[in-house]
């Protein structure tokens, strides 16, 4: 069984300073990780996506998350928020070629950025 | 424009009214997939469909039904809708599963009275 745990439901940072959303995971396979962000009303959009290559993945919007095999961690970063990225986000864990059922979301973490 | 388009947009109905939420995308992908979105459980899974004719049960079946006879169309069918299906509901596609991106639509806030 897999599952993701992202640790804060909320995160309040200041613009112009970094960003860390956390996300733990587990998965008794290679898993393939997601990060989603929601903005309101509408649809959720992919910022990036990492599947075994490189471990530090780059995303759009400035983000990039790091992935820990030994800490079992996904963590979510950016170096200066802007307003715009106030929104809610998601970790995803799926299977690395696994079955299609197998899509796991987190409970989402709201980002604030306070001007 | 490459989208993901569900319909409607907002829906309030009464317990045992079928209702149908539409999604259609113009991707020519051949997973698709319903979530529902609830306030911190984050989204999960309805249903999905590998390709035309072929679904398959998500994590949260129970009381929906879906049908793939076209391979753009993927609609959510409520045939008793109850209260505890009161929700937001997204559609999403991707080119051929859950390892790659997926897209979403805008989702359907569905109340159900």
């Known amino acids: 069984a897999q599952s993701v745990t992202q640790l804060d439901s909320h995160v309040s940072v200041s613009e112009g300073t970094p960003v860390l959303l956390r996300c733990n995971y587990s998965?008794?396979?290679?898993?393939?990780l997601f990060w989603y962000v929601q903005h309101p009303n509408k649809g959720l959009q992919l910022l990036l996506k990492?599947?075994?290559?490189?471990?530090l993945v780059k995303g759009i919007n400035g983000f990039e998350a790091e992935f820990k095999k030994s800490e079992t961690s996904f963590h979510l970063t950016k170096p200066s928020a802007h307003m715009s990225d106030a929104a809610e986000y998601f970790c995803?864990?799926?299977?690395?070629?696994?079955?299609?059922?197998?899509?796991?979301f987190g409970s989402g973490t709201q980002l604030t950025v306070l001007p | 424009e490459a989208q993901v388009t569900q319909n409607p947009r907002y829906l309030i109905t009464v317990t045992g009214k079928k209702l149908t939420v539409t999604c259609s995308q113009n991707?020519?992908?051949?997973?698709m997939s319903w979530y529902r979105q609830d306030p911190g459980l984050g989204l999960r899974q309805i249903y999905y469909?590998?390709?035309?004719?072929?679904?398959d049960k998500g994590d949260v079946p129970e009381g929906y039904k879906v049908s793939r006879k076209e391979k753009r169309n993927f609609p959510l069918i409520l045939e008793s809708p109850s209260p505890n299906q009161t929700s937001l509901y997204f559609c999403?596609?991707?080119?051929?599963?859950?390892?790659?991106?997926?897209?979403f639509g805008s989702g359907t806030q569905l109340s159900v009275l």
């Open positions: 999403a596609s991707s080119h051929q599963g859950t390892n790659e991106k997926l897209f």
């Open positions: 998965s008794s396979y290679s898993p393939s």
């Open positions: 990492y599947t075994s290559a490189a471990t």
């Open positions: 995803v864990v799926t299977l690395m070629g696994g079955s299609a059922r197998q899509l796991t």
């Open positions: 991707m020519n992908h051949e997973y």
């Open positions: 469909s590998m390709n035309v004719e072929v679904t």
